[in-house]
């Protein structure tokens, strides 16, 4: 009941809302986009993580309709950050019954022309498992999001089972290294063999590529040795509110 009002409802003080972490590129530093990390400040409880209500949200059957809100307030925050002359992709994420919603791609277009927001400043991230489950209907639903302009990435990617058939195949522009990989990469040679190897894949399937939580210095040095395109961690930046991200592109152009 509280969710599915919190649902109904945009920026408020006790609502739902989008932060914005920050992506930023290796050889220099500049911000080269963002994601959209879902949060629910909830009036009794506090701030609440995605851990918190997502699993319930799944459970209430509302994830499609999580999915549809968090893209119209998203292309909402696009609009806001183009006003104030801005050109940064802002990544979504996508959940499994979001991927296989048949009016994905409509509503995608939809909100997009809603918004005035063109297709290129609009990237949909989707876990490796989620892509992989079913590929038949993946495939159908790039090939329609990759038509309207979209950027798609594959998120958390080593931790799901890739057909490198269907990687080469599928209309993808950026894969995001799990951050269980970048995390241990600077203790663990597997861990690092792991990142340097997926770096290469990519490159090797002309995807840019994108280092997942990075924390120190000493990681971000690495993946910048590995040429590694874009880091996205603690190291770089946190999820941010709106104006705090803004703040920080500012400092960063
Ligand atoms: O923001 P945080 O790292 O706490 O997110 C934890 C998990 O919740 C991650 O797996 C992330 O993909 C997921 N998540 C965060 N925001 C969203 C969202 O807007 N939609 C969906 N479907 N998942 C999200
Ligand atoms: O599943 P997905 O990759 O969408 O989840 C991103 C999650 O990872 C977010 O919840 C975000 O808060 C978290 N995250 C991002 N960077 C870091 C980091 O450097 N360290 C840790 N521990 N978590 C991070
Ligand atoms: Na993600
Ligand atoms: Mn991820």
């Not at 009016?103 to 609009?122: D, I």
């Not at 989620?130 to 590929?135: F, I, P, S, T």
């Not at 997926?198 to 995807?207: F, T």
Request: with cysteine; hydrophobic share 45%.
């Amino acid at each position: 009941g509280d969710f599915r009002a919190a649902l109904q409802r945009h920026g408020d003080s006790d609502g739902l809302a989008l932060a914005l972490q920050p992506k930023g590129r290796l050889k220099d530093g500049h911000v080269v986009g963002a994601e959209a990390l879902i949060r629910w400040r909830h009036a009794e409880r506090g701030p609440l993580s995605p851990a918190d209500f997502l699993p319930m949200a799944q459970e209430c059957g509302l994830m499609v309709e999580l999915d549809r809100w968090v893209l119209d307030e998203a292309l909402r925050l696009q609009r806001n950050l183009m006003n104030l002359g801005h050109q940064l992709p802002l990544s979504i994420n996508l959940s499994v019954e979001g991927l296989a919603d048949v009016q994905l791609a409509g509503n995608v277009s939809a909100a997009l022309l809603r918004w005035g927001v063109p297709s290129s400043l609009l990237e949909i991230e989707i876990p490796e498992g989620a892509l992989m489950r079913d590929v038949e209907v993946s495939g159908r639903v790039l090939a329609e999001l990759s038509a309207l302009g979209v950027r798609i990435s594959i998120d958390d990617f080593g931790t799901g089972y890739s057909s490198f058939a269907y990687l080469a195949r599928f209309p993808v522009s950026t894969l995001k290294i799990d951050r269980s990989f970048v995390r241990d990469m600077c203790t663990k040679a597997a861990s690092k063999t792991i990142v340097r190897s997926l770096v290469s894949l990519a490159h090797a399937l002309s995807m840019d590529v994108v280092a997942e939580g990075a924390e120190t210095d000493a990681e971000m040095a690495m993946l910048r040795r590995m040429h590694c395109d874009v880091v996205q961690g603690f190291g770089y930046g946190r999820p941010l509110p709106f104006d705090t991200f803004v703040s920080f592109v500012s400092q960063r152009m």
